[in-house]
Each structure stands twice: as structure tokens, then as C-alpha cells.
């Protein structure tokens, strides 16, 4: 078994497509660890802030099958897709890690997001904060400590 982190994000119908991630990975993969769920403003581009989240789950799974498995449900959630990279998004699910592989095919792993936002590394720094990035060898938790970059992002009260 694999265990996978997987980023959730949504700045449309942001409750329902939070609720809705989260049930279909629980059908996926069954047992999930769930972060907080935080709000940030939108990075990259001028639109709605977003709900984002990162998920805990064991797989047996491939990355090209969980990749598989994202899309899919994203899809059935109305995700648009070749459109612009920063915009809006019903949902959007990021395989971060997949145990210590590193690999660019057929995604880059460890995702690069880990490191560059806030609404990715502090939500896994609570759920695996012991858990080394298996390319800069520190723990999440280590490397949410040392984030420096000017993101606005706050938890919420959210009931699942």
C-alpha cells in the first residue's frame, strides 16, 4: 500500500465541491486523513478566494490509475479543461506525494506546489508533519517553519 497526500481545491460552490471531494475519495480509497480546510485568495490570477484542503489516503493504486481517478472526478464536477493554468476551478485534485517516488511522468512528484503555497504546505505540515519531502529530506512541519512567501491564507470552520 501506498500512502498518497493529495491537494483539494475549489473557488466555485466551494462548500459543496469540498463535501463532494471528499465523499469520492472516501469511495476511492476509504479510510482519508483530512486536513483543515483553509481559505486563500487566488494566486496567479484576480478571482474568487478558494477552499483548499490536503487529504491522507493509502492506495494500491498506480500514480498514472490515482491521476486517472482525480481527473475523472473532477470531470464529473464540471472541471473545464484547456483553459487558462491560473483560474478559476470547480475542483481541482493535485497527487502531491505517492510514498518517496520522485518522478516528472506521468506527473512530477514530489508536486513542486509542496513547496511554493501556502494553501498546499501548511495543510499538509498538519496532517504529516513528521513526514520527510522525499527530495530536500525535511519534514513538512520543518518546511512550513521556514516558509517565507506573503500568502493570504486563513483556516475555516468547516463541517464535513
Same mark, same amino acid.
Given at each position: 500500500?501506498?500512502?498518497?497526500?493529495? &491537494?483539494?481545491?475549489?473557488? *466555485?460552490?466551494?462548500? *459543496? *465541491?469540498?463535501?463532494?471531494?471528499?465523499?469520492?475519495? @472516501?469511495?476511492? =480509497?476509504?479510510?482519508? @486523513?483530512?486536513?483543515?480546510? +483553509?481559505?486563500? #485568495?487566488?494566486?496567479? %490570477?484576480?478571482?474568487?478566494? =478558494?477552499?483548499?484542503?490536503?487529504?491522507? $489516503?493509502?492506495?494500491?493504486? &498506480?500514480? /498514472?490509475? !490515482?491521476? /486517472?481517478? %482525480?481527473?475523472?472526478?473532477? #470531470?464529473?464536477?464540471?472541471?473545464?479543461?484547456?483553459?487558462?493554468? %491560473? !483560474?478559476?476551478?470547480?475542483? #481541482?485534485?493535485?497527487?502531491?506525494?505517492? #510514498?518517496?517516488?520522485? !518522478?516528472?511522468?506521468?506527473?512530477?512528484?514530489?508536486?513542486?506546489?509542496?513547496?511554493?503555497?501556502? %494553501?498546499?504546505?501548511?495543510?499538509?505540515?498538519?496532517?504529516?508533519?513528521?513526514? =520527510? *519531502?522525499?527530495?530536500? !529530506?525535511?519534514?513538512?512541519?520543518?518546511?512550513?517553519?521556514? +516558509?517565507?512567501?506573503?500568502?493570504?491564507?486563513?483556516?475555516? $470552520?468547516?463541517?464535513?
Amino acid at each position: 500500500m501506498a500512502q498518497i497526500y493529495i &491537494s483539494v481545491g475549489t473557488n *466555485h460552490n466551494r462548500e *459543496h *465541491h469540498i463535501r463532494m471531494a471528499v465523499q469520492e475519495l @472516501t469511495q476511492q =480509497f476509504g479510510e482519508l @486523513t483530512l486536513s483543515s480546510v +483553509y481559505e486563500s #485568495d487566488a494566486v496567479g %490570477f484576480k478571482g474568487d478566494a =478558494f477552499y483548499n484542503m490536503v487529504i491522507g $489516503a493509502t492506495t494500491t493504486l &498506480s500514480v /498514472a490509475e !490515482c491521476v /486517472a481517478v %482525480f481527473k475523472a472526478i473532477e #470531470d464529473r464536477h464540471g472541471r473545464v479543461r484547456g483553459g487558462e493554468k %491560473f !483560474c478559476g476551478r470547480t475542483l #481541482d485534485l493535485d497527487l502531491l506525494t505517492y #510514498d518517496t517516488v520522485v !518522478c516528472q511522468q506521468p506527473v512530477e512528484l514530489p508536486r513542486g506546489e509542496i513547496t511554493e503555497n501556502a %494553501f498546499v504546505l501548511w495543510p499538509l505540515a498538519e496532517i504529516a508533519p513528521t513526514v =520527510f *519531502h522525499p527530495v530536500l !529530506c525535511l519534514s513538512y512541519q520543518q518546511l512550513w517553519q521556514q +516558509y517565507q512567501k506573503a500568502q493570504k491564507i486563513w483556516p475555516i $470552520a468547516f463541517q464535513f
